[in-house]
């Protein structure tokens, strides 16, 4: 969904572009880290009483499904299962 006008799109843009490289960087990695709270509370919310290494796989799930075929996604995870503790 994109409910922002073409004209205001183009604005921001040239905000942004208008910004220091790092200043942009920045400004990215954190709004990385805020979705990734939001994701990790949403997680915790349907999974209250599972384990670090539980919500940890759910957050790689939830952000990067979509990234790898379902035998990779699987190995994957079989992967970092084997690294946390239960």
């Known amino acids: 969904m ?25 400004r ?10 939001l994701v990790e509370e949403s997680i915790r919310l ?4 599972a384990s670090a290494g539980e919500l940890k796989i759910e957050l790689f799930k939830r952000l990067y ?3 790898f075929s379902e035998p990779e996604l699987s190995a994957i995870i079989a992967h970092l299962t084997s690294h946390f503790d239960y």
Do not use: G, I, W
Request: overall charge positive; aromatic content about 4%; some cysteine.
């Open 2 to 26: 994109n409910d922002t006008s073409a004209t205001v799109e183009a604005r921001y843009r040239v905000m942004l572009l208008s910004l220091p490289p790092q200043e942009r960087m920045r």
């Open 28 to 37: 990215a990695a954190a709004m990385f880290s805020d979705a990734r709270k």
């Open 46 to 49: 349907r999974h209250a009483h």
């Open 65 to 67: 499904a979509c990234d």
